[in-house]
């Protein structure tokens, strides 16, 4: 996923690792993006980093689009968090970070990739862990969920479970990858424990900012 087509193309993306980049009408692999710099029509296709050229309706590229969405929902979670002073945006900006590495793997198709491309796009187990541990610290501050939990509590915890739902949509998009060989298992597992720790960090947020979580209230027939 690389955009619509139009006269002219501009590349976007983010830094990082240097991470993902993904430009109209380009390649999706790693690298700094540069805004503003016109290509030729992709005539509906664009390159994986290994420089397989691939349909833009292709799932590498409707995974591609869902992280990107998702980094995005996190950074505006991370701006209303921000602003309550909230000591987790640290923890949410290395998420995004994590994010770039995330989307390097899923542009580099196991079946195209050479041992330079796995060296540069490899994904660990260790932020698995990493999220597992964050998830446990929180959890253990929470009162128990003797409810069902609609998206609340506040504009920081409302804008963590939205980037949750997203999260969710990101890892539908990439276990069919995982499936196929196409990615490392463990893109999907961080995903996985990415919209639990998003939960989890909602909930936290409305509880510190001591905001009301709404709960879900069976309509009377």
């Keep these: 996923r690389t955009g619509d087509a139009g006269s002219a193309r501009r590349r976007r993306g983010g830094g990082g690792r240097p991470g993902t980049r993904i430009h109209r009408g380009g390649s999706a692999g790693p ?6 710099l016109p290509r030729a029509s992709s005539k509906g296709f664009s390159s994986t980093f290994t420089g397989e050229r691939r349909p833009k309706g292709d799932r590498i590229f409707e995974a591609l689009g869902a992280t990107d969405e998702l980094s995005s929902a996190i950074g505006l979670a991370g701006e209303f968090s921000s602003e309550k002073g909230h000591t987790f945006v640290e923890q949410l900006h290395k998420v995004q970070c994590m994010l770039q590495d995330v989307g390097s793997n899923i542009a580099t198709p196991l079946s195209s990739a050479r041992e330079a491309h796995l060296k ?25 969920l003797r409810a069902f939990i609609l998206p609340s509590g506040g504009k920081s915890s409302a804008a963590l479970h939205f980037s949750r ?8 998009c990439v276990v069919p990858l995982v499936q196929a060989g196409e990615a490392d298992p463990n893109v999907a597992k961080y995903l996985n424990r990415l ?7 909602a909930r936290y947020a409305a509880m510190k900012e001591g905001k009301e979580e709404k709960i879900y209230i069976k309509p009377e027939a």
């Design 31 to 36: 690298g700094p993006a540069s805004e503003g």
């Design 120 to 144: 540069r796009t490899s994904f660990s187990e260790k932020p698995v862990l990493e999220l597992e541990q964050w998830i446990d610290s929180y959890s253990e501050q929470l009162p128990p």
């Design 165 to 172: 739902a997203v999260c969710r949509r990101a890892e539908r």
């Design 195 to 201: 919209s639990d720790y998003l939960f989890v960090l």
